[in-house]
């Protein structure tokens, strides 16, 4: 990185960064009480309302969400008549699924490899570290030249959208002239990218059931209905051949123009076994930033151990479907639960739930804001050029605060690159990529002021 005093400010206080962000790993934030203790979620948003205070934020406050989860918010007055930059994370993580596959325990920040490991270091707790570090750099390089809004969340990988309508009920809350959601990634480390579109999501929980009770094999199979097999057969009906996803009505066959992703990198970066072909057909960017992806999450039915030689009454499966852009979620929604519906055989008694849903964004990457993050991110990677990426992800709250504030330019950067193999276990963060985007983000909003 080029000598600039932001620069240099910034790298002294890694070590602070460092150390905090092993405080904020430490709790267990995952907001699905129902696995992990709601005061663990409390816990971490006590931490960050106490960091913004010592920051010199006003007004912090614990947004008591309708989802029963709390966002944390924070101002930071800067010149009279600045504009205002609303600055987004999420402190609530993942759970840490197998603790025994983490080579250093999921809750406690290592450093392993010159990178920290711990569950959250990159998704996002580190984008929260990332701010802080951009406003202390500002704050030792002339002050903050903007009004800064803070909005920590506290249940965005549950997708409950308690964020989102507590900002559609408090429209005046998060007002800003430009919003940076620090919950993506550089496509690859040390390749510096603004993600200008994701996907949306819709979850649909499918129940079928044929008998009144489970039968014996033996004495019933072959002529009894078998809820598993109907189900498996539904589910099946989601994918083409080449494992392609094909829900009757979606339109499956959008392309992306921009950023290519090399599918022997792809393969390295998903960690595809030897011999295992990826599904789908076209470029590797079609089908994970402009094509539907529809993903089983998990099936209720007799684990392998303890099974007995039963034909099963009752199985129902929780389906996943990320939207591209361009396509209504809700409509999407509605065609993915008519497609299990028509698709179950033998007569089977079919219901589907809507679990929850949002919709795709796409960014103006002509605005002001794309102009000034670029020439940051020149500074902070010399050498290199800001990319535009797609993110196969959902974030919903981008179309909310989108809809609330339309003349708002919304960027979107962060850790998550392919290597802090985020939601899955050993997750990490790089230190220098915290750096440079700190740096980042310190110049984007000194540039921003200034136009």
């Known amino acids: 990185m080029s000598s600039n005093p932001v620069a240099e400010t910034v790298a002294s206080l890694m070590p602070r960064a460092r150390t905090e962000l092993g405080e904020l790993v ?57 504009k205002t930059v609303l600055l987004y994370a999420h402190y609530d993580v993942q759970p840490p699924l197998d603790e025994s596959a983490w080579t250093t325990p999921p809750f406690e920040l290592t450093e392993r490899d010159g990178r920290w490991y711990g569950r959250g270091a990159a998704d996002c707790k580190g984008g929260l570290i990332m701010h802080l570090l951009a406003l202390r750099a500002l ?39 430009t919003i940076v959601i620090g919950d993506t990634g550089n496509f690859r480390l040390g390749l510096p990218t603004v993600t200008s579109t994701l996907r949306g999501m819709t979850l649909v929980r499918v129940q079928i059931d044929t008998l009144e009770g489970n039968l014996h094999s ?125 698709h179950t055989p033998w007569g089977a008694r079919v219901s589907t739930e809507h679990i929850g849903q949002g919709q795709p964004f796409s ?31 959902s974030i919903p709250l981008c179309n909310t605060l989108a809809a609330l504030y339309p003349q708002a330019e919304i960027l979107l950067i962060g850790l998550s690159e392919p290597e802090a193999q985020i939601h899955a276990v050993n997750e990490s963060v790089s230190p220098e990529e915290l750096e440079r985007l700190s740096v980042t983000e310190a110049l984007f909003l000194q540039n921003y002021a200034a136009n």
């Not at 913004?52 to 007055?77: E, H, I, K, N, W």
């Not at 704050?139 to 559609?168: C, D, F, M, W």
Request: negative net charge.
């Open 26 to 82: 430490a709790f267990k934030s995952v907001a699905d009480f129902d696995q992990f203790p709601k005061s663990e979620s409390e816990g971490a948003a006590n931490w960050v309302a106490d960091a913004l205070r010592t920051d010199g934020f006003q007004d912090v406050a614990l947004l008591d969400t309708p989802d029963g989860t709390q966002s944390v918010y924070g101002y930071l007055p800067g010149p009279e008549g600045a």
């Open 139 to 177: 704050k030792a390089n002339g002050g903050i030249p903007v009004h800064i809004k803070v909005i920590a969340e506290g249940s965005e990988e549950q997708g409950t959208g308690g964020l989102e309508r507590y900002a559609e009920e408090h429209p005046e809350l998060l007002a800003a002239d």
């Open 218 to 342: 033996g004495q019933f199979g072959g002529a009894a209905p078998d809820a598993l097999a109907a189900l498996i057969r539904v589910l099946d009906s989601l994918r083409a051949k080449d494992g392609s996803t094909t829900v009757d009505g979606l339109a499956a066959h959008a392309t992306w123009d921009g950023l290519s992703y090399d599918e022997e990198q792809f393969r390295q970066d998903a960690k595809v076994l030897d011999g295992v072909e990826l599904i789908g057909s076209d470029t590797v960017t079609d089908r994970i930033w402009a094509r539907p992806a529809v993903t089983v999450l998990g099936i209720d039915c007799p684990p392998v151990v303890g099974a007995t030689p039963s034909v099963q009454a009752g199985a129902r499966a929780l389906v996943s479907l990320r939207v591209p852009p361009g396509v209504d979620a809700a409509e999407a929604t509605t065609l993915l639960q008519a497609h299990l519906e028509a």
């Open 363 to 393: 960014a103006d990457t002509t605005s002001p804001a794309y102009t000034a993050m670029a020439d940051a991110m020149a500074v902070a990677y010399p050498g290199q050029e800001m990319q535009y990426a797609g993110q196969g992800g």
